[in-house]
Nanobody, 121 residues
Framework: QVQLVESGGGLVQPGGSLRLSCAAS????????MGWYRQAPGNQRELVAT???????NYADSVKGRFTISRDNAKNTVYLQMTSLKPEDTAVYYC???????????????WGQGTQVTVSS
């Protein structure tokens, strides 16, 4: 079964770093866009970063300069390296990927289950 599994979340102190990973598994014909979203209590889910290719990336203004998104196509994995973490970064982080399962099938957006990131002293 095709699924996305996140890992790497946890509790860190302000100013600390954390690296999130998201691996896509199952029978996949093609992986298109990949990205990270986050949702804090009481807030809407917001886009954090996207990566279309190894070079084409986009970031929310709130994380620009602190977070780095990357992907390893051989491992079907997308990463989010987070540095200089702030308490306002606390949220559940969700991985997403646009996957084409069948050669002539549609491209469908898949979501991970989320991983909790808590930034607190």
């Amino acid at each position: 079964q095709v699924q996305l599994v996140e890992s790497g979340g946890g509790l860190v102190q302000p100013g600390g770093s954390l690296r999130l990973s998201c691996a896509a598994s199952g029978s996949i014909f093609r992986i298109a866009n990949m990205g990270w979203y986050r949702q804090a209590p009481g807030n809407q889910r917001e886009l954090v970063a996207t990566i279309i290719s190894s070079s084409t990336t986009n970031y929310a203004d709130s994380v620009k300069g602190r977070f780095t998104i990357s992907r390893d196509n051989a491992k079907n994995t997308v990463y989010l390296q987070m540095t200089s973490l702030k308490p306002e970064d606390t949220a559940v982080y969700y991985c997403n990927a646009d996957l084409q399962v069948q050669a002539r099938g549609p491209t469908t957006r898949y979501w991970g289950q989320g991983t909790q990131v808590t930034v607190s002293s």
